[in-house]
């Protein structure tokens, strides 16, 4: 019997990457998984299916709100509700660092879009189901950036620090209604884009292995063990917090 067994979970941006590990992972506790990317997520909803897990692939932009409002409907027609939403989604591994003087304007408007707007915008057509059955879980993925620091990726850091935010004042809006909110801010992990970046600009690999107190790379299966916990009955009590999973880069 899995942890999650009859939850049925949206993970955006689920094509690869961090989101295709956390959509393994959830199919693997027993959760039904929607796989909502722009890119075609197909592949991993067959892999899950294979495995003997349920999933379907929805292509969603996160930053439309029709999208989003179809790609719900589509999670409940299909699978009857929705109990979790992991709002994963991001302009994030192809995003080269640059100084603050040449950041391009319509980047940063399309940054905040996706990476603010997304969540926004997902967590609206997701939270119906929830305040019904007064009960369900969102799982934000911020940045442990936001309490680092770090050059050269403002327009990136900025977004965060609003998925931060609204963790927040989602938690204390969704509360009444059994809806816990919660954030994930992982340090610098080794999903597909991030092993193919050449431009760091920052150090690399090698400099965030040294600012941790767990000194090797980390792999998109730490975070998972994280997101299970606050997409499952184990977190109940909690909303409204950011885990930082880091090695202890930072602490606070
Ligand atoms: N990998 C890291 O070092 C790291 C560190 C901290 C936080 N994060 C966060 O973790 C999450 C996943 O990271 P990753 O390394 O897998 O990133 P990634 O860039 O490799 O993957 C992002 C996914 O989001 C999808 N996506 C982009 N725009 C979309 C849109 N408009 N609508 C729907 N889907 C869209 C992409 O197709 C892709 O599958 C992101 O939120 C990222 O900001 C990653």
Redesign the pocket.
């Known amino acids: 019997m899995g942890r999650l067994d009859r939850r049925v979970a949206v993970v ?9 590990t956390f959509a393994h992972a959830l199919a693997a506790e027993g959760a039904a998984v929607v796989i ?4 075609d997520g197909g592949p991993v909803a067959r892999a899950i299916k294979a495995a003997g897990g349920r999933a379907i692939a929805v292509r ?5 709100e029709q ?1 989003c409002h179809d790609m719900a409907e589509t999670a409940l027609n299909t699978f009857g509700t929705l109990d979790i939403l992991i709002n ?8 080269d660092r640059v100084r603050i003087e040449e950041i391009d304007l319509a980047l940063w408007d399309r940054i905040m ?3 603010v707007r ?1 969540p926004f915008l997902c967590t609206r057509a997701a939270i119906a189901p929830m305040r019904r059955q007064k009960y369900g879980k969102i799982v934000n ?5 936001v309490f680092a620091g770090g050059p050269f990726f403002l327009h ?1 850091d900025a977004s ?1 620090g609003a998925v931060l935010a609204m963790t927040r004042s989602m938690a204390r809006e969704l509360g009444d209604d059994g809806i816990s909110v919660n954030a994930i ?10 092993k193919a970046r050449t431009n760091w600009m920052d150090g690399g690999p090698a400099a965030k292995i040294g600012a941790r107190a767990l000194k090797r790379l ?1 792999e ?1 299966e730490d975070l998972v063990g994280a997101m299970l916990f606050l997409s499952s009955r184990d977190s109940d009590f909690m909303t409204g917090q950011t885990m930082v999973v880091d090695g202890g880069a930072s602490m606070w």
């Open positions: 955006t941006g689920a094509a690869q990457g961090i989101g295709a909502a990317d722009i890119d969603t932009d996160v930053a439309d999208s994963n989604a991001a302009i994030f591994g192809k995003l879009a996706v990476n997304g993925i911020c940045t442990a950036r990136y965060k801010a992982p340090g610098s992990t080794m999903s597909e884009n991030i980390q998109p």
